[in-house]
């Protein structure tokens, strides 16, 4: 009997035997297509870690130990520099004819206080030198001689190589040698002392730096205050500006009479209320060789007979390169005598012109330091040539 295949059957054997020769065929294939697509997956950089999640365990997991790398070198650029602010440099004044040969302006006076930085220390401060001596007694013989001194302001940054002008400046009644430097004058919230107030002239440019000498017009015994202008007035000239021009560098080329007067327009003198009076006595009347310039605060010393003096004989010819005067508002030193001392002058001494060389300034005030500090600061870019 003829047995019958099923056809069904037939075409599912065709169907199988058909899949496994296309999975044989194909298998192969895809595989390394996955393994090349894996690959490139690996290679790809994304912007942010993928961060996964770890199975907590019981223990806690060790981290490995971190590589040591190099360390990083970190290149930049060199900063720029800072600059450096160049200061402004000081413009000292300088007077001829009552006008600065540099800028051209007339001089500016103050009347009040002077500016509150000028009372303040500064750094570049001078020095202050007290020298003791013997001297003989010009004025009373009869005393034989006399222990004297005198304070000398050095200015700061001193050049022994360099010449430098020398005022001198004498006290006022009941003062002594240091009342001009040393000695500090309270006004309240304000200090005032006279080296400070230089110190700060000088570092700001006000005028060229200069040896100060601060004599004693005193004379011992009380012996009046005519014996104190005579003693000190050939003690200038015999002792003590030989003694700075010989052991400090001034326009002098040495102590003698002869370079002194050379150097004339190099050395000023200046005072208060009688050391006002010295200005004249002294200074005018028997120096008149020796400064060519001159500051009386609070006081003159009978002009009439200075004038007279100074116009006769070789002070003929000499020169007046300043003559400035100045007093307090306040009491009677103002109009009764230097007022009227320096109209004097200026009538019937030729030369001397108001405004070029010859100068009045009025302060608020009385007969006091804060005035006569006032005057010495308006006065002195005025005295040297």
Not at 184 to 196: C, E, F, H, K, P
Not at 250 to 278: I, P, Q, V
Request: overall charge negative; hydrophobic content about 40%.
């Amino acid at each position: 009997m003829k047995s019958k295949f099923p056809f069904w059957l037939l075409c599912l054997l065709l169907f199988s035997a058909l899949i496994t020769i296309c999975i044989a065929v194909f298998l192969p294939f895809l595989q390394n297509l996955h393994q090349a697509a894996s690959v490139a997956r690996s290679e790809i950089v994304t912007p942010y870690p993928v961060i996964s999640e770890a199975i907590p365990t019981s223990e806690p997991a060790i981290s490995p130990v971190p590589a040591i790398s190099s360390p990083a070198v970190i290149v930049s650029a060199e900063p720029s520099p800072t600059p450096v602010a160049t200061p402004e440099p000081i413009h000292i004044h300088h007077y001829v004819d009552g006008v600065c040969d540099s800028c051209g302006k007339a001089p500016e006076f103050y009347t009040d206080f002077l500016p509150r930085e000028f009372y303040q220390e500064t750094e570049k401060a001078g020095s202050v030198i007290r020298h003791e001596y013997t001297i003989t007694a010009y004025a009373n013989h009869g005393d034989g001689e006399y222990d004297r001194c005198f304070n000398l302001y050095i200015p700061y940054d001193y050049n022994e190589n360099l010449p430098y002008d020398v005022l001198v400046l004498v006290h006022g009644g009941g003062g002594n040698e240091d009342s001009w430097l040393n000695e500090v004058y309270d006004y309240g919230d304000i200090q005032m002392q006279g080296r400070v107030i230089f110190d700060n002239m000088f570092a700001n440019g006000i005028c060229n730096p200069c040896i100060i000498v601060c004599p004693v017009t005193e004379t011992y015994y009380m012996q009046g205050l005519t014996a104190g202008i005579n003693q000190l007035r050939d003690e200038l000239r015999e002792y003590i500006l030989p003694w700075v021009a010989e052991n400090y560098s001034t326009y002098a080329k040495d102590g003698s009479l002869e370079s002194l007067r050379a150097a004339r327009d190099h050395f000023a003198l200046g005072g208060l209320s009688n050391g006002a009076l010295f200005v004249f006595e002294g200074g005018m009347r028997y120096n008149f060789d020796l400064f060519g310039s001159y500051a009386a605060f609070s006081g003159d010393g009978e002009p009439w007979i200075t004038v007279r003096i100074i116009q006769t004989g070789d002070y003929a010819d000499l020169p007046i390169n300043c003559l400035f005067t100045g007093a307090g508002l306040d009491g009677d030193f103002q109009d009764q005598y230097t007022q009227i001392g320096y109209d004097y002058f200026l009538e019937n001494e030729p030369r001397l012109t108001d405004g070029k060389n010859a100068f009045h300034v009025d302060v608020n005030g009385g007969h006091e330091w804060k005035v006569w500090f006032t005057d010495i600061f308006n006065a002195l870019p005025l005295l040297f040539k």
